[in-house]
């Protein structure tokens, strides 16, 4: 089983450029699932922008291999932010107005900024955790995007591809940056800051879903009952990666233990069909 990255693993970034045309409820005329997948979108140029810089840190410290490693990491998540920039403006000429949602986005990550680097790549490596049992969920499970349009569902299928692809970047540069700590201290540091990053991102989710309802005028009751049938029952999502995120509270875990590279392949695939 794993404890790094596949041997001959390249972290190779795609550049590609998407015309994505969306309507208001782009995902299945479904407010509740456009209003989960466009809140992710929103966070996507900020919170890769604190992930490069987390990463970028700790650069001249990597040995060669990592060293390559972070620039693949930089380059996939830099091209993630540049189209997820695009695609988000798409949303605003629908009608959203995304500032509220970035200006949250700001606060949020001015605060990990004044956190010591060793959180910040801790947070990174836990948040890019999520990243990576969301994007396989995605890629694994056709059903979540199957009512995108196709240029969108590409969109997210290369996202989530180069995700899973440079998925250890961030938790290598996490351990070689606790190196000096003990194993148990090293473990309780990564427990702690991930339940943490699960908490901010949650609380980040449930307000910018909240967002994205109070400007389609339907924030009820009713709404969030139906949020919460998307999220935990059908299709689930959340609950459908609850056991992968339990994983990194393992000692000895690495995202590598589970080899996902056939996801990437099938990412390929959706990407090859246009
Ligand atoms: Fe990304
Ligand atoms: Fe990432």
């Not at 390249?10 to 409820?25: H, L, N, T, Y």
Request: overall charge positive.
């Amino acid at each position: 089983m794993a404890a790094s990255a596949p041997a001959g693993l390249v972290i190779r970034p795609r550049d590609i450029k998407f015309a994505c045309e969306s309507g208001r409820w782009w995902m299945g005329n479904d407010p509740i699932a456009t209003a989960y997948y466009n809140a992710f979108s929103a966070s996507f140029p900020q919170a890769e922008r604190y992930f490069i810089d987390a990463v970028r840190y700790y650069r001249d410290r990597a040995d060669g291999e990592l060293q390559k490693q972070i620039a693949g990491f930089i380059a996939q998540e830099s091209m993630h932010s540049r189209e997820h920039v695009t695609f988000n403006r798409a949303g605003i000429c629908s009608g959203y107005d995304l500032s509220r949602i970035d200006a949250l986005l700001k606060a949020r990550f001015d605060w990990a900024r004044s956190l010591s680097r060793i959180r910040q790549i801790a947070s990174t490596a836990a948040l890019e955790h999520f990243t990576t049992i969301l994007a396989c969920e995605a890629i694994g499970n056709p059903r979540h995007l199957e009512t995108a349009p196709p240029e969108i569902r590409r969109l997210w299928c290369w996202h989530a591809g180069e995700e899973i692809e440079h998925k250890s970047v961030a938790f290598d540069t996490f351990m070689l940056a606790a190196q000096s700590l003990s194993p148990v201290a090293r473990w309780r540091l990564r427990c702690s800051v991930m339940a943490a990053s699960t908490w901010y991102l949650f609380d980040f989710m449930f307000r910018g879903v909240a967002e994205f309802f109070r400007q389609d005028q339907i924030a009820s009751p009713l709404t969030w009952l139906r949020f919460l049938k998307f999220s935990m029952i059908t299709p689930g999502v959340i609950r459908r990666v609850l056991g992968e995120y339990l994983r990194w509270y393992a000692p000895g875990f690495h995202p590598w233990r589970k080899d996902d590279r056939a996801l990437i392949a099938a990412a390929e695939k959706e990407l090859a069909r246009s």
